[in-house]
Nanobody, 128 residues
Framework: QLVESGGGLVQPGGSLRLSCAASGFALDYYAIGWFRQAPGKEREGISCIRIRDGETYYTESVKGRFTISRDHAKSTVYLQMNNLKPEDTAVYYC???????????????????????WGQGTQVSVSA
């Protein structure tokens, strides 16, 4: 099970930290990713992390602004989002997949349609 939290309304240039709390599976055998879907757009992968060793991937539009991290003790993956822009407005989801079923951390982020385990989503709105 995945449960997201931390979304909200923020002004441009502001920050938010999203959390994805995982339960019911051994995290070290999985990767977890953050995805977002804006109205009228396809769901896109923005950042993914392999829990075992922390290898990460970021899509170009968030590099230098967003940071993904994991806390083993809390079974939680975070997405720190800084310098938020109006175009970051979307519903943000976390998803997980067992490592054997993904080609790479980058590959996981590029194949949201192939992932089976999703959280319920959290709304992020960036507006003045």
């Amino acid at each position: 099970q995945l449960v997201e939290s931390g979304g909200g309304l923020v002004q441009p240039g502001g920050s938010l930290r999203l959390s994805c709390a995982a339960s019911g599976f051994a995290l070290d055998y999985y990767a977890i990713g953050w995805f977002r879907q804006a109205p009228g757009k396809e769901r896109e992968g923005i950042s993914c992390i392999r829990i075992r060793d922390g290898e990460t991937y970021y899509t170009e539009s968030v590099k230098g602004r967003f940071t993904i991290s994991r806390d083993h003790a809390k079974s939680t993956v975070y997405l720190q989002m800084n310098n938020l822009k109006p175009e970051d407005t979307a519903v943000y989801y976390c998803a997980t997949e067992i490592l054997e079923l993904i080609p790479s951390v980058q590959g996981m982020c590029l194949m949201p349609g192939e992932l089976d385990y999703w959280g319920q989503g959290t709304q992020v709105s960036v507006s003045a």
